[in-house]
Structure formats: C-alpha cells, structure tokens
C-alpha cells in the first residue's frame, strides 16, 4: 500500500448515522437552551415556544432512533479496552506534552470511547426522561425526578459536544474529512490507529 492510498474509516451509514446524532442534538440544545432560560430569541426562530416544544420533542425522537443506530457503529470498539487506554489516560492522550509517548490506539482512541459511552449513557438518559415529560404529564412524582435527569443529562452532552466539535476540527486539522468522505490517507491512519491498521493488514479488521 502507498503512503497516499485511502482507506475506509467510516461506512456510508456511520456517515449518515453521525450527522443526524450531531444535527438532532445541535437543535435539540438550542431549543433546549431556550426553554429552560425562556429566551425569547431562540423561541421566535422557531415560531414561538408552542411550535418550538413540538420540533423540541419531534427532534427527539431522531435523536434517540439515531443514538441507538450508533450502537452498531460505536459499541463494541468502546467497550474494548486494554494497557494501551491505561497508558493513553497517563500521557493525556498527548494533548498535554508533544514529549508524551502515546501507546499504540485502534479505530477510536480511549478519549473518544469514553466520549461516546458517556454519550450514550446520558443521551438515553435524557431521551427517556423526555418521553417521559411528553407523554406522562399526568404523574407529577415523575416529572418531578424526570425534569431534574434530563436537566443533568443537558449539562453534561453540552459540556462534552463543544470540546467534540473542537477536536474533530480544529484541534486534529483533516479529521473532519472522515465523517464527510469516511476515508483517511494510509500514512495517518497508519500513524493514529497503527493497531487497527495491523489488523486490515492481517486480513482480519474491518
Ligand atoms: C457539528 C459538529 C461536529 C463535527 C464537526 C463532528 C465531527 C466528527 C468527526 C470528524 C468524527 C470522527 C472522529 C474519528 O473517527 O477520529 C466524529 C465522531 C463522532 N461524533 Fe461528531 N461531530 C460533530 C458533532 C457531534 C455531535 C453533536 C455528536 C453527539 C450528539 C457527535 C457524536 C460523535 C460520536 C459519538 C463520534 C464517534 C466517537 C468519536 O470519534 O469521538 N458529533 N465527529
């Protein structure tokens, strides 16, 4: 394989997958935003809180069928750990000192898994305390508990999503080329996940 050759990072459906996750949860954080500090702004954008509460749950319901679509994507390479992702916390994956010597990593490195399995844990967090708020209105107790899950589960996706998009781009310069085309050039790949590339060469990655 030349230097330059491109390999297959991301399928068509991760592709696909990821920008209803990121557009779903953008909207989903505006009008979040909106309602839980009534700003005025963001509910005329949307024609008023009334039309912004119905995009605000509609909204929802994509970002939870594609939040359980990312499973078949994303799930089992961030459940796979091993010393490397010890060795990876220790040198702070290298973002802290270009002198680090980062271990080896596969297709995600261990930033990214525990990025997407907090992702996961508080997104469906927050997905079903919204269904709950929609749908159950009736049980006070509930939406009590509801209301407050969701609130933690807001601060924590809007905490991690603008360091996402900040690593994805200007942080890591040609990432972003992955969830545009879903290919990377062998030299990099071969450079930031030499284990998985190992592997394809082995004949037995994907
Ligand atoms: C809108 C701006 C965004 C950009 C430019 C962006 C860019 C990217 C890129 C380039 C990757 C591939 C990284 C790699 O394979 O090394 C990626 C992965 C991923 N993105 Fe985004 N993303 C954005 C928003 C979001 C949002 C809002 C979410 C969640 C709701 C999200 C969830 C993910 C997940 C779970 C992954 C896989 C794990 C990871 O690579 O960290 N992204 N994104």
Known sequence: MNRSDLITKESTF????HWALAISCIVLTISG?????????????????????????WTGVVFT??????????LKESLTFDSDDIGWILT????????????PMHKLNTGQKFFYLTLLVSGFAIAATGFIIWLMPE??????????IH???FIVITAFIPVHIYLSTLGNPGTLRIMITGK??????????????RELEEGHGN
Do not use: R
């Not at 935003?33 to 749950?57: C, E, T």
């Not at 702070?92 to 271990?103: F, Q």
């Open 139 to 148: 049980n006070k107790s509930m939406l009590v508990l509801s209301h407050f």
């Open 33 to 57: 935003f909106g309602f839980l500090f009534q700003i005025q702004g963001i509910g005329s954008a949307f024609s008023g809180f009334p039309a912004m509460k119905v995009v605000h749950n």
């Open 151 to 153: 609130n933690v589960s």
């Open 65 to 74: 069928a594609s939040l359980f679509l990312s499973m078949f994507n994303w």
């Open 14 to 17: 991760g592709i696909i997958n």
């Open 184 to 197: 990377i050039p062998y030299w990099w790949a071969k450079k930031k996940h030499p284990k998985w590339v």
């Open 92 to 103: 702070a994956g290298g973002y802290l000192s270009h002198k680090a010597k980062v271990p």
